[in-house]
């Protein structure tokens, strides 16, 4: 046991409260003592999973020595000791009578969100991100404008029918007075961010003094908009709107997979595609070749980026529309899906690399681009300079330089990445490696100590190695500068309100080239239908990944040449590779999604191992 783990305050309530064992603390310790960077041991029994916020949480309400923020923000490894010490010295020589959190976060030495969020450990309210679709509109009205922003607060919606508000800061007692003068005694306090708060009052203000949007079946104004507020309210990546001989036909695609949503009569169609053409500025004159266009679609809550797309066929223009901009929250790493084995290896191996090129690779609509910005999220500091260049931007960060491409303005890629390297970056993403230039600009970087992040459309990880080489990027570059390749796919999530047992067929067992020996021990389910999960089986998505980290081994064989099996095998058994069938195995063996969507989303090269070893590769 290390002198820190006797010191650690919180470490020692967790082990009264039974939330963690001595043999989970010491396991910790020693991963603590291999890391070449000094992690706090909170942080790492979090990312082990042995510990969650909520369990933080629990403990410090119950302890009646409440443990102080600046200590909580180095147990968690925001700041380092040095760090606090600094804050508290500038604290103690400034005459604003400034807190500590404010100190911290004007200095640069953490961000407000991340600063608000440990606050909300501490003292033990939910934080929230408040937003035109959180907010309760019907209480809002009730409060002026005026008093929300001065006083930093906004109601949010409940579904258990209590009065939540979130709060700037949720001591503030005046603040708390003027919100239960307007919105009665029993509120349940929530935390917020100031910046946050007054952005969704400056906002709500706007919409109540626009008009109302058309919403009906008898124009085609009113058609397109609810086809859009359709798709949004079924959470919907993309509407096909399909010219068919007698009908028009409209599909959403939802969790990856079209569904029909409504047909309209085929008289309709010309007036419904003038409508789109116009809104996304396509020639409307123009039905013989294909056009594409963009759409910010404003609705009751907020704005919504739409990318369209007008194919010729032979019963007329099919128009395809993807959704972007639907999340207004960033993934954490944490919780992407990632076995606790493999989330380790890839941040320290990958994310916390000083520099090199980090791939993430797979098909259209497999969640890259979440994935990139899970990253992004976790690299972001006031220390470190972000560049992208992205086409387009779906996310938009604080404190991070996006680029959105606009080949209209010809503002390419090309012209982008020429200039990027000039802005002093730390960490560049390159929205898409996408041709030679790109892959040659990302290398290049690479090589002068820069950080890459980049997406790639490849079957597998060691396909991202291969197609690189195919792009004539040298072999001892490619060597040199990747350092890792992440694979990984989107799969439907067996509906929790309808689970049942399932055992794989022997079909399944054949086509996944393995034995009831081989998946001993697993939880297969599978989902009979529900109104909740719309007689599916499936409600939400889940991640499956293959992280490929170029170990020598794996360096040597692409120096050498040699084919994409062997360079699988070599990693497999060496590197410690979990291929993608793999995950899916592991993670359709815990009841999390089914041997069905296993055999219909991920490639199959070679035999998956027992699963006993695979769960001991993934660390569960």
């Not at 493999?342 to 090129?357: C, I, K, N, Q, T």
């Not at 409600?539 to 499956?544: D, N, T």
């Not at 999390?592 to 695979?614: G, K, Q, Y």
């Amino acid at each position: 046991m290390t002198p820190s783990t006797i010191t650690s305050p919180i470490i020692r309530l967790l082990r009264e409260a039974g939330k963690v064992t001595p043999a989970q603390v010491e396991h910790a310790a020693r991963v603590q003592a291999k890391l070449t960077t000094f992690q706090p041991l909170l942080k790492i029994l979090k990312d082990l999973k042995s510990i969650t916020d909520q369990d933080v949480k629990e403990i410090l309400r119950a302890s009646s020595s409440p443990i102080r923020i600046g200590d909580l923000l180095v147990e968690l490894g925001h700041i380092s000791p040095d760090d606090l010490d600094s804050a508290i010295r500038l604290q103690r020589e400034s005459d604003s009578q400034e807190k500590l959190g404010q100190v911290l976060v004007r200095h640069n030495f953490i961000e407000e969100q991340t600063f608000i969020e440990v606050l909300s450990i501490q003292m033990g309210y939910p934080f929230i991100e408040p937003g035109l679709n959180n907010i309760d509109k019907a209480r809002c009205v009730k409060i002026p404008k005026a008093l929300m922003t001065t006083h930093g607060f906004v109601p949010i919606k409940s579904d258990d029918g209590s009065i939540r508000v979130a709060f700037a800061d949720p001591l503030d007692q005046e603040a708390l007075q003027v919100a239960r003068r307007f919105l009665g005694t029993g509120i349940v306090p929530s935390i917020a961010q100031g910046r946050s708060i007054r952005k969704t009052v400056e906002l709500l203000a706007e919409k109540q003094s626009s008009r109302t949007l058309a919403v009906d079946n008898t124009t085609v104004v009113g058609t397109v908009n609810s086809i859009i507020l359709g798709a949004i309210k079924n959470n919907a990546s993309d509407i096909h709107i399909e010219p068919m001989e007698d009908r028009l036909q409209v599909r959403f695609r939802e969790d990856g997979v079209l569904n029909h949503f409504k047909d309209f009569p085929k008289e309709i169609i010309p007036a419904l595609t003038s409508r789109l053409k116009i809104l996304c500025q396509a020639d409307i004159t123009e039905k013989r070749r294909h056009q594409g266009g963009r759409i910010l679609f404003e609705y009751d809550e907020g704005q919504l980026d739409l990318r369209l797309s007008f194919f010729i066929t032979i019963h007329g223009e099919k128009i395809v529309l993807r959704l972007l901009n639907r999340k207004q929250e960033l993934f954490d790493l944490q919780s992407i899906g990632m076995t606790p084995r493999m989330l380790s290896r890839f941040l320290e191996d990958a994310v916390y690399h000083p520099s090199g090129v980090v791939l993430v690779t797979g098909p259209t609509g497999s969640g890259k681009t979440s994935t990139i910005y899970s990253c992004i999220h976790a690299l972001k500091s006031p220390q470190v300079s972000i560049i992208t260049a992205e086409e387009p931007v779906e996310y938009v960060i604080e404190g991070v330089a996006q680029c959105s491409i606009d080949p209209k303005i010809d503002l390419t890629f090309e012209e982008t990445l020429r200039h990027i390297v000039r802005q002093d970056p730390d960490v560049i993403v390159i929205g898409e490696i996408r041709d030679a230039y790109s892959a040659e600009v990302a290398v290049q970087a690479a090589l002068t100590g820069h950080k890459v992040l980049s997406t790639f459309h490849t079957e597998d990880s060691i396909g991202g190695l291969i197609r690189l080489l195919n792009m004539d990027i040298a072999p001892f570059l490619v060597s040199s500068t990747v350092v890792s390749v992440l694979a990984q796919r989107l799969l439907r999530r067996v509906c929790p309100h309808c689970a049942v047992d399932a055992k794989p067929t022997p079909v399944q067992l054949q086509r996944l080239r393995c034995t009831v020996n081989d998946l001993a021990g697993a939880s297969f389910k599978k989902g009979r239908g529900c109104r909740m999960c719309k007689q599916s089986g499936y409600k939400g998505r889940i991640g499956v990944f293959e992280l490929l980290v170029l170990d020598e081994r794996v360096r040597t064989a692409i120096l050498e040449q040699k084919t994409s099996y062997d360079i699988r095998t070599i990693s497999i058994h060496h590197s410690g590779l979990m291929t993608l069938l793999e995950d899916g195995l592991v993670k359709a063996a815990m009841g999390s999604t089914t041997v069905d969507e296993i055999l219909r989303c991920l490639p199959i090269f070679s035999p998956p191992r027992p699963l006993a070893e695979l769960r001991r590769l993934a660390g569960i």
